[in-house]
């Protein structure tokens, strides 16, 4: 078994990692340690000359140096990590699947006084107000440490905390398969992501609500997946299982298919503070969220998204809606969950059609400025769509699920309902005004959601060049982008008329102006002055020459 150590600088990983070693016989590795070795330089140097992104990345290369973890029942190896090692997802997934994470925490003013006594220099605290930086970090870094396997007083006697983590050690639960890869409290709900960890997650989201049963939303394909095996690791837990089935895809998105739900809800005596349980994709997450927003005026509402554009986008946010036959998510609310629980362990089985389709989404994410995340579908991207093993088993997916859903969070928290006419929560909207307006023109159904939004984001594209807001190279990375994914390449055979009909009808007007969010070079811009013959042509770029103006 290898232990790893994680926590904030000054709580004590080194002196506890030794102690604990030396009782067990084990090898104690300090990852700073291994840094300096392999560089010749101290830290603060590398930090100085090279800067903290060089620093990292010779981070990365010692974690994934460590190899596969130990499956030894026997502690053999203790890994104290640097405190900002684990706020990198792919460090995170090497680290903590198949070990023993254990986070040393303490208060900010403890560790403060620790570190004015260190003869170490840290180079992300050096200069600044030791309390202040110490409080900005643990902030920043919460959601990674509180995913580890145990949290310990890591400024108590060192004794008093290696006993601590003997008792975790001897825990035969210890070595599980499921793994927490980030937890966080936040202001739309708390965000669980992991692999394996759907039932154990659920399980204690149910007793924080104080729930008497389990009452699970599905669809068929979903259920038979996904939904089948949570209900049983639910049941042997000792929960009652209520099982509400709605149809499949954009169909459960129906008024009739609410007041169905809702029926039944009322049937089964379903109480105003019970949590219903949304099990599936995107499509059922709306529905589902919808009913919970709607039934007895507003009931909790539990994501467990099971698709990869639930896990990415649909989830989290808080919108909830269903179809009119003049548009898409016309009618709605806001309700926000008391918890999302995203297990990429749900995605493996998932067919190519449906992870290319995501993908759509977490390219929209990327031109809204995240060059870490553009990165990774630019190199892992098409693995992704493939549903290649190894790719997800190199942690690929996580990070991807991980740096999108987390993107989003932050988007939404500074706009939660959409009322930032230039900014905000609207440049989410990124690719689909001509997106929704294609879904509606296909039927909700035959065009898939990340699909049509791929569509539309290279429109967006054409009408920000057209104007001047897209620099040429940036259109052009989106679209090689696209190109490498196998979205939005083949003309569609919609007629123009029912694709620009539908476009009418997008919520996203205001003072009867539609809100274009079109690329720029770093981010997106609003614009509300897009010429009828611009968007005229870009929708017509997506169509086959026949059904053209």
Known sequence: MDVVLVGLPGSGKSVVGKRLAHRHGASFIDLDDVIERRDGRPIPTIFAEDGEAAFRSLERRAVADLGPADADREVRRVIATGGGAVVDPRNRWS???????????????????????????????????????????????????????????????????????????????????????????????????????????????????????????????????????????????????????LPQGEDAKRLTVVE????????????????????????????????????????PLIHVPTSLVAQIDSSIGGKTAVDLEEGKNLLGAFHQPVAIITDVRALRTLPEAQLRAALGEAVKMAALG??????????????????????????????????????????????????????????????????HAIEAAAGYGEVLHGEAVAYGLRAACRIGVAMGVTPPERADRIARLLDSLELAREPLEYPIDA??????????????????????????????????????????SLLAAEVRP
């Not at 900010?108 to 260190?118: I, K, M, T």
């Not at 970090?137 to 060192?158: I, K, M, Q, T, W």
């Not at 493939?386 to 991980?402: F, I, K, M, P, Y």
């Open 260 to 299: 169905a739900v809702a029926t039944e809800l009322a049937r089964r005596r379903v109480e105003r503070f019970e949590p219903l349980v949304a099990v599936g994709g995107g499509a059922l997450g709306d529905a589902a969220g919808f009913v919970a927003a709607t039934y007895l005026r507003g009931v």
């Open 95 to 245: 680290l903590y699947r198949g070990r023993l994470a254990v986070w040393l925490d303490g208060r900010p003013e403890v560790l403060a006084q620790r570190l004015r006594r260190s003869p170490n220099v840290r180079p992300l605290i050096t200069g600044r107000d030791p309390i202040g930086a110490i409080r900005d970090l643990a902030a920043r870094r919460e959601r990674f440490y509180g995913a580890a396997d145990l949290r310990v007083l890591g400024v108590a006697e060192v004794t008093s905390v290696v006993d601590t983590i003997e008792e975790g050690v001897a825990d035969p639960v210890v070595g599980r398969t499921a793994t927490t890869l980030l937890d966080a409290m936040t202001p739309l709900g708390r965000l669980v992501i992991g692999d394996g960890i759907a039932a154990e997650a659920l399980d204690e989201a149910l007793h924080a609500q104080g729930a008497r049963r389990a009452v699970l939303l599905s669809e068929p394909g979903a259920w038979a997946a996904v939904g089948e095996g949570i209900a049983a690791e639910l049941e042997a837990r000792g929960w009652p299982i209520e099982i509400v089935s």
């Open 499 to 540: 694709v620009l009909h539908h476009l009418a009808a997008d919520k996203k007007h205001a003072d009867g102006a539609l809100r274009w969010v079109l690329p720029t070079a770093t981010g997106v811009e609003i614009r509300t002055d897009v010429p009828e013959t611009l968007v005229v042509d870009a929708a017509a």
């Open 370 to 435: 995240d060059e870490r995340l553009f990165e990774l579908l630019e190199r892992d991207g098409p693995a992704i769509e493939r549903g290649d093993a190894e790719t997800l088993e190199r942690g690929a997916v996580a990070e991807l699920v991980e740096r999108c859903a987390w993107a989003k969070i932050e988007v939404v928290l500074a706009d939660e309902r959409e009322r930032n006419e230039t900014g905000g929560r609207v440049t989410l909207n990124l690719g689909h005004s001509l997106g």
